[in-house]
């Protein structure tokens, strides 16, 4: 499995109260259950009108799946080859 980041464009997302994001996150629950063992939502950071999701998945056709059966908008994904964090400068 590859690591991807998805940029969504949601409108009024970072305004959404605690039990839109459940919906949100629930339809995105069912749509994996239907795509397992192709892709994996780690999570999501939400920012002004955007999410910024991290899913392991096969491929991006794996993604777009998701994004088709969720009925979740898909923008730009990006693969994410490496990680870094602060242990990184242990090596």
């Not at 605690?18 to 939400?46: F, K």
């Not at 056709?61 to 998701?66: F, P």
């Not at 969720?70 to 964090?85: M, R």
Request: net charge negative.
């Amino acid at each position: 499995m590859k690591r991807f980041m998805i940029e969504r464009d949601i409108p009024g997302i970072g305004a959404m109260s605690l039990t839109e994001l459940c919906g949100a996150a629930r339809a995105s629950n069912e749509a994996l259950a239907h795509l397992t063992p192709r892709i994996q939502w780690q999570h999501s950071y939400v920012a002004g009108d955007k999410t910024y999701c991290i899913y392991l998945a096969e491929d991006e056709k794996a993604i777009l799946d998701h994004g088709e059966i969720s009925g979740i908008p898909v923008g730009k994904i990006t693969e994410i080859p490496q990680i870094i964090d602060p242990l990184t400068a242990n090596n």
